[in-house]
């Protein structure tokens, strides 16, 4: 373990049942010798009695020079076909009524700095147990500090001994199991060595028969695979999910964290004693993830010193840290086993390090020989290691295979134990974070695509920046050339839906670029634009595994130097393969570094043109500008502008020309493009008028039922104008005269708000909502930080209550640190929901109105009048639920999506990741940054959950409100079967969009006896062809009434639904987590971020 200093040596311990049952063979425990002499000490490695170790030797004393370090090896592969040795390490035993079979595996660390440091850890396996064939032991010690591996010995030695002796006196089990582990840690303290500031965590597990009992002091970590029935699988896999047999004792538990800072104990991050960091306690928000980027975990330490820094709040040994309330009294579960459970994994906390528990799962059911699992799972764990950092832990398992197990019989457990089912699997969330592995394999990662949201015409015109890139620079190609690009992408999803002659454009704005061997075409780490076909030479994309690693660009390294290779582009006559494809759809850090083997030409497309490209029809960034200063258009938003745009059609006018004579009805709009008219009038006091280019007339026909021309209208010369009617505008957008009425709301609205910003004092709340009750707070001092709900870079969700609100009172506070949505470059989407909160004036209990916003120094904070407990993926939690849990909250969906729709938004939210859930477990959608009003148009930013992009999105020819509905059946076919039609595992964003991009709903396979209503509907939903899914409409008020109406939702009361007036099937839950967050204690700042100094013109709305 990296938690506190290490030692200079270790020994592995185990035992187990020889052949005969009555027989055991042990090994006696290696004397320990004082620690000032240890250095003196020869290697001894214990090992099994009459065969050979069943695990690869660890390196053990500094005194054994021949045995070097390992050095870091290749990404392993794990291998299928079983081997001789294998099977001779594994071993067998009866218990009760199954088979057991198990095996181990303990590797050294990899430690650059100290080459002949010691495996802290130790194992021990006997089976025969106590003199019993009905029981088995088996547990993993985990040593850290100077004295470590001395320290795993002794437990490893003497916990057994301690739980033998316990049992002999009769005592039942699981005070037999507490008294032997404080024993233990007792003798410790009494024993020769030092054990100040050093010690080991202890994860065992008893068998009983048919019963288990795991003991756990620490952060390594027992899990068992139970196969799950209900949810379908891929041919010839068994579906088998992780469930915790432990759970991690850190400070990332809230309640370990009141426990020992009731002894003293302070509570802090390695940065934030250094004062790198602000002092909070927000560790615990993303565990939903199993995900930690950082690797600094908050520690304990001693209130007047900087010591001893331990990540786990419960071990045997450390003295020091006893007294801060780090006891080693265990937690111990009790469960019998059942047919469904199919092996125990048993490991030091270094496998779970860079590891997620199901991650280990489906490592280890690969394999039915349970020697081939342990090794595969430890090589797997210790090259994550190496991905990640310049050195690894050491990795100890122990995998127990189970085979015909019959159900046990239920039994009441002993009060203080922890039982597998409910309370369990809520606390599974505590566990300490995974480091290093990204998102897409926990908590799903959101795009963003800060950057493709420049290139919506829509946002281009508000930005007021230059047009899209013209391509008359374009290189041209001869016809061979044009014929064998074409050839070469059209094999990929982001070209073959393109029509021939987008193809056309695409290939005539392909750059030629030369390489010589040794140039460099894209580094690691480093966001790309950029695609890329090779037309001739050869290209190694490299990978460093250590991203932590920098290699300067400034020199002339070797190729070596960017990694190992995991990927050759060559050309052929029959070969020109691509690389780059992701950078088409959003900037993303590249994957590799690609070099030059020999010289070589490729065809380069960068992003911007080849999105242009797909949105390009006719050139009308100038005509939605000139039509946005018009004052009567001027209430439509920029999206409703674009539609009004691209409804105009062109009318062309011949010289002298009469285009309106005066006194007739005007049938429309004009919008001069080109020429020159001319305006008279038969009154003497009108000035003939000249109108050129982007100059207008007929506007207050779009208005008024019948508009009378008092000019008449001639052409002076060859003359072409944009023309619309008002029912075709109306068609497009809605009828003019409700949009200004809207707007005038909306205005009037943003003016209050507005006037209450000025004249708000620093903490106060700005309100939105109209709420009137006098128990709402103020000011942001009149509430406090109850718990933390989750939490993401720049997003934090908490729940508080109000001040000596009796009964009382609490709220969701939302919660953005400024310089974090500067560092991900998202102010526009705040600022964007801050308008759409705004302008949804209108009530709706799904999506909740915003009450009030306070920007103070650091932060902007959103208060809302509900309850949230957590994120829907919180709650789902990759299990598969039945057809009455899809149909409540795919309704409540339904209900929300009608709601935004009806105001032209589309919410690209409707995922379980921004879903939220309150304490009656009912829906919120709270998160309203990813959300954009495109009216009945269409807008290109790419952004959203990468499982739930629609097709649509990814193929970048722009997406409607009919991307919500592709999203809403990801979301049923998810909550069905704990999975997306999408869910990969290992596979990167790329292979995922490409599986979305090429589906068919006949693709999917379904849980037996789902009904033909639900498997319906979701096809449905998930039709590739916007056009053709449930839910589309051209008239958007009306579109979710199709899906209202489908079978699967018959007997629904859509208004009790929109209400919530039913009880929630995850009510039971929610209350549960609700009551744990109300009784947290916390002790968090209000703000989140440091004081923010940069540039404010973002914030002028705030």
Not at 611 to 618: E, K, Q, V, W
Not at 623 to 630: F, P, S
């Amino acid at each position: 373990m990296g938690n506190c200093c290490s030692s200079e040596a270790s020994a592995v311990v185990a035992r187990r049942s020889g052949a005969d049952k009555d027989e055991v063979h042990s090994v006696p425990f290696a004397a320990l010798p004082s620690p000032h002499k240890y250095a003196e000490t020869e290697d001894t490695e214990p090992r099994i009695k009459d065969e050979e170790p069943a695990s690869s030797p660890s390196p053990s004393s500094p005194s054994s020079p021949s045995q070097a370090p390992e050095e870091p090896e290749d990404d392993f592969v794990p291998q299928h076909r079983p081997s001789n040795k294998h099977l001779e390490n594994t071993h067998h035993v009866k218990i009760g009524d199954y088979n057991l079979r198990y095996s181990y595996y303990s590797k050294r660390g990899y430690y650059p700095e100290a080459r002949k440091k010691a495996n802290q850890d130790s194992y021990y396996c006997e089976t025969h147990f106590a003199g019993d064939d009905q029981k088995a032991f088996f547990a993993v010690f985990d040593g850290h500090g100077q004295y470590g591996d001395i320290c795993s010995q002794f437990a490893a030695e003497q916990l057994p001994e301690n739980i033998i002796k316990n049992l002999e006196e009769n005592m039942s089990t699981l005070p037999a199991l507490t008294r032997a582990h404080v024993q233990t840690n007792r003798a410790m303290h009494e024993a020769s060595f030092d054990d100040s500031m050093s010690g080991t965590t202890s994860i065992s597990v008893l068998f009983c028969g048919n019963e288990i009992h795991v003991s756990n002091v620490g952060d390594s970590r027992a899990i068992i695979a139970q196969e799950n029935l209900k949810a379908s699988t891929r041919a010839g896999e068994a579906n088998l999910v992780a469930k915790p047999l432990s759970i991690d004792q850190t400070p990332f538990r809230k309640d370990e964290r009141v426990r020992v800072k009731k002894c003293g104990a302070r509570i802090l991050t390695v940065d934030q004693v250094e004062g790198l960091e602000p002092i909070h306690e927000n560790w615990g928000l993303s565990l939903g993830d199993e995900i930690d980027e950082n690797g600094d975990p908050p520690r304990i330490w001693h209130p007047y010193g900087q010591y001893p820094g331990t990540a786990f709040t419960r071990s045997i040994g450390d003295l020091v840290s006893e007294e801060l309330g780090v006891t080693a009294e265990p937690e111990i579960l009790c469960k019998g086993l059942n047919p469904h459970d199919k092996f125990i994994i048993i490991a030091s906390d270094g496998v779970f390090e860079f590891l997620t528990s199901q991650n280990v799962v489906d490592i280890v059911k690969q394999y039915e020989n349970p020697s081939e699992a342990c090794h595969a799972l430890v090589e797997e764990a210790y090259n994550r290691w190496l991905q990640f950092e310049v050195r690894t832990d050491d990795i100890t398992a122990i995998c127990i295979f189970l085979d015909g197990v019959t159900p046990a019989k239920e039994r009441d457990g002993p009060r203080g134990s922890i039982y597998v089912g409910g309370e369990v699997l809520d606390l599974q969330s505590m566990q300490r974070p995974v480091r290093g592995i990204t998102k897409n394999h926990a908590r799903r990662n959101t795009i963003v695509g800060t950057d493709a949201i420049r290139l919506s015409l829509a946002e281009a015109f508000m930005d007021d920046e230059p047009g899209l890139p013209d391509l008359v620079d374009a290189e041209g190609k001869s016809e061979e050339e044009e014929q064998w690009i074409k050839k070469a992408v059209q094999g990929s999803f982001l070209f073959n839906h393109l029509s021939d002659q987008k193809i056309h454009e695409v290939i005539s704005v392909l750059k030629k670029l030369e390489f010589n061997a040794g140039d460099i075409v894209m580094r690691q780490g480093v966001p790309g634009d950029t695609f890329y076909l090779v037309e001739t030479g050869e290209f190694e994309a490299r990978h460093v595994k250590d991203e932590t690693r920098e290699v300067s660009p400034e020199h002339d390294l070797s190729p070596e130097a960017y990694g190992e290779v995991v990927q050759v582009y060559k050309a052929s006559d029959d070969s020109h393969p691509t690389f780059g494809e992701l950078a088409l759809i959003y900037p993303k850090p590249r994957v590799n570094t690609v070099i030059t083997k020999e010289k070589g030409t490729l065809w380069a497309l960068d992003r911007i043109a080849f999105r242009s490209i797909l949105m390009r029809g006719r050139p009308l960034r100038d005509v939605v500008r000139r039509l946005r200063q018009i004052s009567l258009l001027r209430p439509l938003t920029v999206a409703q502008t674009n539609l009004v745009a691209e409804e105009m059609r062109t009318v062309v006018f011949e010289p002298n020309q009469v285009v309106l004579h005066e006194g007739m009805a005007e049938p429309g709009f004009f919008l001069i493009t080109s020429g020159r008219i001319e305006s008279t009038s038969k009154m003497d006091n009108v000035v003939p008028l000249e109108l050129k280019t982007f100059d207008y007339f007929g506007e207050i026909a779009l208005v008024r039922r019948r508009s009378i021309s008092q000019r008449t209208i001639r052409a002076i010369e060859r003359t072409e104008c944009l023309f619309i009617r008002k029912d075709a505008l109306e068609l497009a957008v809605g009828k003019l005269s409700s949009i200004l009425e809207k707007d005038k709301l909306r205005r009037a609205r943003k003016t209050r708000i507005s006037e209450a910003r000025k004249e708000a004092k620093a903490n106060t709340f700005v309100q939105f909502d109209n709420e009137t009750k006098t128990e709402m707070p103020k000011s942001i001092n009149d509430v406090e930080v109850v718990g933390s709900v989750m939490c993401d870079p720049t997003n934090t969700v908490r729940l508080v209550e109000v001040k000596g609100s009796s009964p009382s009172v609490y709220l969701t506070l939302r919660s953005v640190s400024k310089q974090a949505i500067v560092d991900a470059g998202m102010q526009k989407h705040v600022s964007g929901e801050r308008d759409i909160y705004v302008s949804l004036y209108e009530k709706n209990a799904i999506v909740p109105q915003l009450f009030g916003m306070n920007s103070n120094d650091s932060d902007i904070h959103m208060l809302y009048n509900t309850q949230i407990v957590g994120t829907l993926e919180s709650f789902l939690d990759g299990e598969p639920h039945g057809e009455s849990f899809v149909r409540y909250y795919a309704a409540q969906i339904v209900m929300a999506l009608e709601f935004m729709h009806s105001e032209g938004v589309v919410s690209r939210t409707v995922d379980p990741t921004n879903l939220m859930v309150d304490r009656s477990g009912n829906l919120r959608m709270i998160n309203l940054r990813l959300s954009k009003y495109v009216g009945r148009g269409r807008t290109y930013t790419v952004c959203g959950t990468p499982e739930y992009l629609a097709p649509e999105q990814i193929t970048g020819e722009g997406h409607n409100i009919a991307a919500d509905y592709w999203a809403l059946g990801v979301l049923m076919y998810e909550m069905l079967t704990g999975a997306t039609p999408f869910t990969r595992e290992n596979e990167n964003d790329l292979e995922i969009l490409n599986d979305i991009a090429s589906f068919r709903p006949d693709q999917l396979s379904w849980p037996e006896n789902t009904s033909t209503e639900l498997k319906d509907i979701i096809e449905r939903l998930l039709s590739p062809d916007p056009a053709q899914r449930l839910g589309y409409s051209e008239v958007r008020a009306g579109a979710c009434e199709p899906i209202k109406k489908h079978a699967f939702f018959a007997g629904t009361s859509w208004e009790a639904t929109k209400m919530g007036s039913f009880s929630a099937p995850l009510e039971p839950e929610a209350a549960s987590e609700f009551k744990q967050i109300a009784a947290s204690g916390s002790q968090e700042d209000m703000n989140i971020g440091s004081v923010y100094t940069g540039d404010a013109d973002w914030l002028a709305g705030f």
